[in-house]
């Protein structure tokens, strides 16, 4: 590997690690942004846009899987769907 493919992939790299650190979280893809991924990796949001296509590639580099779909409607269907608790009767 050359200089150059080295610093691509030292950079790709930075940028993932940034990006798994702010999505920990459960929940925190929508505030993980491009603007606050590049921030945390101390690069511009160029660079993020020069090794990856979008917040949805980042996401699949640095979690391994597709992006969570998050929203009102997917929120209440979740919820709907949720089994209920069994309450106790009295006795």
Same mark, same amino acid.
């Given at each position: 590997?050359? $200089?150059? +493919?080295?610093?691509?992939? +030292? ?8 990006? +798994?650190?702010? /999505? =920990?979280?459960?929940? &925190?893809? @929508? *505030?993980?942004?491009?603007? %606050? ?6 690069? &511009? ?7 990856? #296509?979008?917040? #949805? *590639?980042? /996401? ?5 899987? @597709?992006?969570?779909? *998050? &929203?009102? @409607? %997917? $929120?209440?269907? !979740?919820? =709907?769907?949720?089994?209920?608790? %069994? !309450?106790? @009767?009295?006795?």
């Amino acid at each position: 590997m050359n $200089r150059r +493919q080295l610093a691509k992939a +030292q950079t790709r790299a930075r940028i993932i690690a940034a990006a +798994q650190k702010l /999505w =920990a979280k459960p929940g &925190s893809y @929508e *505030d993980g942004t491009i603007r %606050v991924i590049a921030t945390a990796a101390g690069m &511009s949001t160029g660079a993020i846009f020069a090794n990856f #296509e979008g917040k #949805e *590639d980042l /996401w699949r580099a640095a979690m391994g899987y @597709e992006p969570p779909i *998050d &929203s009102a @409607e %997917v $929120r209440a269907a !979740l919820k =709907a769907a949720a089994p209920r608790p %069994v !309450l106790a @009767e009295a006795a």
